[in-house]
């Protein structure tokens, strides 16, 4: 039998506190080996032949290393099927990836912390890295709220199950309330933010649960 589950992860990291969730709605139990990114522990050689792009989350499972959340995500949906992170029909997951990719792939790597970090090695003061944040969560935020009004949004971002749409939406939600924007400006998501907080998979996935 293999070994459990080992999850490299940083705390306020949104691309591990994705595949946190998910591993705790499947019901894996895993060890938690943290890598401090500000001490640049991800640099390190160790960590790096894990994971050649230095970053995190990289999750050992089944003897395979794998890495980058979504593709993580997506083959623990594959393995462990229920409950379900993608819907039975293509069009619903088409619609699921569209939200989930909207977060992952248009905001997240722009308010990453290597970028927001590179915008003060520029030059930029802190208030200007404060208004960059601002600036791109708020304007991506605002698109997935309209790609929310739609008729198979439902108690969650489509229907009323948890999916890899709310596994990208909640970090990113908690990364707005963390750089001052009013999550209120998004009825819908601020709806749905709430609805995932009310579940333990997604309580015990927080940062605040994992800070060191």
Not at 9 to 37: M, T
Not at 121 to 135: A, D, I, K, N
């Amino acid at each position: 039998m293999s070994e459990r589950p080992a999850l490299y992860d940083y705390w306020r990291s949104s691309a591990a506190y994705r595949v946190r969730i998910a591993l705790n709605l499947k019901g894996l139990e895993y060890d938690s080996r943290p890598v401090d990114i500000l001490a640049g522990q991800h640099r390190q050689v160790d960590y790096l032949t894990l994971n050649p792009q230095g970053i995190v989350p990289t999750l050992q499972i089944d003897d395979l290393t794998l890495q980058q959340s979504l593709a993580i995500i997506e083959y623990l949906d594959e393995t462990r099927p229920e409950p379900a992170l993608l819907p039975a029909d293509a069009a619903g997951r088409a619609r699921v990836r569209a939200i989930a990719y909207a977060i992952a792939m248009e905001i997240h790597p722009v308010c990453n912390t290597r970028v927001a970090n590179h915008v003060t090695e520029l030059g930029g003061s802190e208030t200007v890295r404060t208004v960059w944040m601002q600036h791109y969560i708020g304007r991506g935020l605002t698109a997935v709220e309209e790609l929310l009004d739609h008729p198979a949004t439902g108690r969650f971002c489509h229907g009323d199950a948890p999916s890899l749409a709310d596994l990208c939406l909640v970090p990113q939600l908690y990364n707005a309330q963390r750089w001052e924007l009013e999550v209120t400006q998004w009825p819908t998501i601020a709806r749905i933010g709430e609805a995932c907080a009310g579940l333990p998979a997604f309580d015990a996935a927080h940062p605040e649960r994992h800070q060191p």
